[in-house]
């Protein structure tokens, strides 16, 4: 069964600091990889896919196939990257999975 | 303009009550979803279509229904909504690129 993992619900960082969420996945196939973020009092957003290989806001992500990992980082946090982060895996069925989700807070 | 909207923003109601929740969108995507959320169980698939014809039951589907009146339209039923029910819930339409896109959320309290 495919399963998504974020394994911190809290993260803080300072203002410039480097941040990174984790998100470790299960699946028996070819999956496809996804961050979404929700700001404060928006709606939930696409942030970034692993196939596209892009870099959005500063912030960058890698599958990496042999740890099963999807891990979003970005070298110096800024204040505005304060929201509620989700990873998100997509199998053959264009089911979307996702996972408990990381509030990160970056500290003035 | 919003592309995917959700009605009502927000709703009480008590045990044992029908309850249904609207979905619309204009985005011309065949492919939609009924997400809920609540804290620390992050967003969990509840019904999920592929077309108008297509309906398909997600990980949580137990005391809820759906209906896919149109494309744009996706409905989601509680039948006898029950405490545990509280929560917030998102519906969500999908492009051939695999991007989500959301709507902006309906809570939902069981009292």
């Known amino acids: 069964a495919q399963r998504v993992t974020q394994p911190e619900k809290l993260l803080s960082v300072f203002k410039g600091a480097p941040v990174e969420l984790k998100c470790n996945y299960s699946?028996?196939?070819?999956?496809?990889l996804f961050w979404y973020v929700q700001y404060s009092r928006q709606r939930l957003q696409l942030l970034l896919r692993?196939?596209s290989r892009e870099s959005i806001k500063g912030f960058t992500a890698d599958l990496n196939k042999g740890e099963t990992s999807f891990h979003l980082k970005k070298p110096f946090a800024q204040e505005e990257d304060s929201a509620m982060y989700y990873c998100a895996l997509s199998g053959d069925g264009n089911q979307f999975y996702f996972g408990t989700g990381t509030s990160l807070t970056v500290i003035p | 303009d919003a592309d995917v909207t959700q009605t009502p923003r927000n709703r009480i109601t008590k045990t044992g009550k029908r309850i249904m929740l609207e979905c619309s969108q204009t985005k011309g995507h065949d492919r939609m979803y009924w997400y809920r959320q609540d804290p620390g169980l992050g967003l969990r698939l509840i019904y999920y279509s592929f077309d108008v014809k297509d309906i398909n039951k997600g990980e949580i589907s137990d005391g809820y229904s759906v209906s896919r009146q149109a494309q744009a339209k996706f409905s989601l039923s509680l039948e006898s909504a029950i405490p545990n029910q509280t929560a917030l819930y998102f519906c969500a339409t999908s492009d051939t690129s695999k991007r989500l896109f959301f709507g902006s959320g309906t809570q939902l309290s069981v009292l």
């Open positions: 699946y028996s196939g070819s999956p496809e």
């Open positions: 692993h196939i």
